[in-house]
């Protein structure tokens, strides 16, 4: 009877969080402010006692729903004061601009010149010299504006208009071969071993990645590497 009022209790609470989720919005899901994120947790441990509440779990279900209309109300109140949306939600902090790094805003953003140059890595950035501005977001995200003299060149700039391009398909990874994948994409065994052939493979074992184009036709493989680096440049 125990183990049936737990289970009870667990599904309640599951639709109850899925309700108030919706409820909140998908900014719950992806970038979560402070105070979403305070509401977020709270949520998320109530919801867990809740499973194990076996005399007033309602009491419970009631708290998770004041918490979520909090978070309801904060976004109608921050979406028409400019003054509550810095101190509830926060703001953005340019942490580099034209050349200079503000070392006041990295303490106010809570983060050091390393977790800076790896947000700038992930973006493709490994010289600050082709930044010009970056700026930190009140969710954690690092936002950048490139150099107009380095930034990537645009087919629109040079009045061109190229064929559009298709998401490539995973058709091997870690050495297997994903055939549904590979029939997915328009392609064959017959194909894909003529490709490992052509490439310098004698089976897809050697292959950590294999991914096809189904515009081009084509196959880019990405080999196993057991050899180990011989130096770190990020340390």
Known sequence: MELLKTAWTSVLSIIV??????????KQLSQLSMFDYIIGISIGS???????EDKN????????????????????VTGRSTYLRKVLIGRPLILFDNGKLYRDNFKKARIDISDFLTHCRNQGFFDLSKLRTAVFEYNGSLSLLPVEADRPLKPSDVELAPEQEE??????????????NLKKAGFERVWLDRQLRGQGYSSAREVFLGVADTVKKTLQLYPMEVRKQSADPFE
């Open 17 to 26: 969080l899925f309700l108030l989720t919706k409820l909140m919005g998908n």
């Open 46 to 52: 109530i919801a867990a006692e809740c499973s194990f």
């Open 57 to 76: 779990p309602e009491r419970m279900i009631v708290a998770m729903t004041i918490y979520a209309l909090s978070a309801y109300a904060v976004s109608i």
């Open 167 to 180: 998401i490539m398909v995973n058709v091997i990874l870690d050495g297997h071969v994903n055939d549904a």
